[in-house]
């Protein structure tokens, strides 16, 4: 069965850095386009980043400003999110999705798999 898990999520000081992680399993991550989404309390989920199948196209939504850095492992079936520079507005649930599309894609509806999500928590 098909199924997404990610870890590295937790609370961290303004300015600090986190690495979230996303192992897939039942499918393989270099099949079809990966995401990053995120919710936060009372909005609606927002794209983060997404690579596309062949991993030479990587989009960022407009926030992420050279803070954030999506990267693949094809061998150990796994996608990364690493984020630095964090601020309090980055506070959200991060999800993990694999799309039905094999370019990288930036809404929730062309993607087919979703993750439990993993909590971000940035202080002051």
């Known amino acids: 069965q098909v199924q997404l898990v990610e870890s590295g999520g937790g609370l961290v000081q303004t300015g600090g850095s986190l690495r979230l992680s996303c192992v897939l399993s039942g499918l393989t991550v270099s099949s079809y386009a990966m995401g990053w989404f995120r919710q936060a309390p009372g909005k609606e989920r927002e794209f983060v980043a997404s690579?596309?199948?062949?991993?030479?196209?990587?989009y960022y939504a407009q926030f992420v400003k050279d803070r954030f850095r999506l990267f693949r492992d094809n061998a150990e079936n796994t996608v990364y999110l690493q984020m630095n520079s964090l601020t309090p507005e980055d506070t959200a649930v991060y999800y993990c999705a694999r799309a039905r599309v094999v370019a990288a894609a930036r809404i929730p509806d062309e993607y087919a798999y979703w993750g439990p999500g993993t909590q971000v928590t940035v202080s002051t």
């Open positions: 690579i596309g199948r062949s991993g030479d196209t990587i």
